[in-house]
């Protein structure tokens, strides 16, 4: 009896130790997300997208006009917009932003600068509520966006030329929208990008119910903040986890600044521009697993690579770590196909489990 009980305690033991690489993480479930929730005929009325095109005489390079994110708004994108000509990318930002923030303008500049068409969703009036509403309020504005996508459609938008870029809860509302054209049209879009997509209320989802694989032709995402405001689990075809994916590193001035929660989840978006203008310098190299790729442990054996930003080889698909400095402009190039210590503020990992918490 006594070896019996050693054994289950050691059995008890290594199961507790065993790194799965899926943090606890925030807000793991909110009320209601498995739940329908609609829009009122007046708020679908109020939604607005802000429809965006290179323009060489404008002194800013591009112009824009605002119009309804509804049938007849499709009309009004497709009158300023050339889609025989140009690709065409549709952002949808995080919460609390909008479109004209300098977040979503600095990331369609890059976009608008090789000449794609670019759409961004105006999400600040429906989102601009209690997060756990503004989740629930995603899958129907996602839908909302798909049938606009449709309606595009037979305006000219071609499949091919499109793109979907999502920021935290906007990459989910860009995965139901994608899922939504797909029903409408038998298409799907030919890629979608999450920056960071949201975990808090998406944690314990069916992956149907969030952003996943399926729903383009090539699907990617960053991971910055997955103990936070991310979502750990991989969840595209190629899954880049900057600098093990928890925490950024910061320093400024020769200070050492923590980037915690917010800052980690934010820079996502700084490194997908910069990714976007320095396409060949943000490497990465692929991981067996998520508990490797969290602490990088991903440097042994012949490596196998990628590339952060427009040039991303989806034929390569897997989990990769990427590693960066901790200032502008980030990227390592070479450097970081060589294991290296983490960065200044690697203390931030030493986290105690919730087990050594009693309540």
């Known amino acids: 009896m006594k070896s019996c009980f ?35 005929e007046e708020t679908r009325k109020s939604l607005t997208v802000v429809a965006l095109w290179p323009d060489s005489s404008s002194w ?29 990318l549709v952002f949808v930002s995080g919460y609390l932003d909008a479109s004209f923030s300098p977040i979503s303008r600095a990331l369609a500049t890059p976009y608008l600068n090789r000449g794609y068409n670019v759409i961004i969703v105006e999400i600040y009036p429906i989102l601009h509520r209690t997060y756990p509403v503004a989740a629930r309020l995603t899958k129907p504005l996602g839908h909302i966006l798909g049938e606009f996508l449709a309606d595009l459609t037979l305006k000219g938008l071609s499949h091919h030329k499109l793109e979907l870029l999502g920021g935290s809860l906007g990459a989910h509302i860009a995965s139901y929208a994608a899922t939504r054209y797909h029903e409408l049209t038998y298409f799907k879009p030919a890629r979608l990008t999450g920056l960071d997509p949201a975990g808090p209320c998406f944690r314990r989802l069916p992956r149907s119910e969030r952003i996943n694989p399926d729903v383009a032709h090539k699907v990617d995402a960053m991971h910055t903040n997955i103990d936070g405001f991310g979502l750990p689990d991989p969840v595209g075809h190629v899954d880049f986890y900057i600098n093990g994916g928890e925490f950024q590193p910061s320093i400024e001035l020769n200070y050492l600044l923590p980037c915690l929660q917010l800052c980690s989840h934010v820079r996502a978006a700084i490194y997908w521009v910069l ?34 930003g427009p040039k991303t080889n989806f034929s390569r698909p897997g989990l990769y770590y990427l590693p960066t400095t901790e200032s502008y402009p980030f990227y390592l190039r070479e450097k970081g196909l060589k294991q290296r210590k983490f960065a200044a503020n690697n203390y931030l990992l030493n986290l105690t489990p919730d087990e050594d918490i009693v309540v």
């Open 6 to 40: 050693v054994i289950l305690w050691l059995c008890r033991f290594i199961l507790a130790v065993t790194d799965t690489g899926t943090p606890t993480g925030l807000l793991a479930e909110c009320p209601g997300m498995t739940k329908n929730t609609t829009l009122s």
């Open 60 to 88: 800013l390079g591009s112009k824009e006009v605002t119009c309804k994110l509804s049938h007849r708004g499709a009309g009004c994108v497709a009158k300023h917009l050339d889609f025989k000509k140009r690709k065409t």
């Open 275 to 308: 990714a976007n203008y320095e396409t060949d310098k943000f490497l990465a190299v692929r991981c067996t697993s998520l508990a490797d790729v969290r602490q990088g442990n991903c440097y042994h054996g012949h490596l196998e690579t990628n590339v952060l």
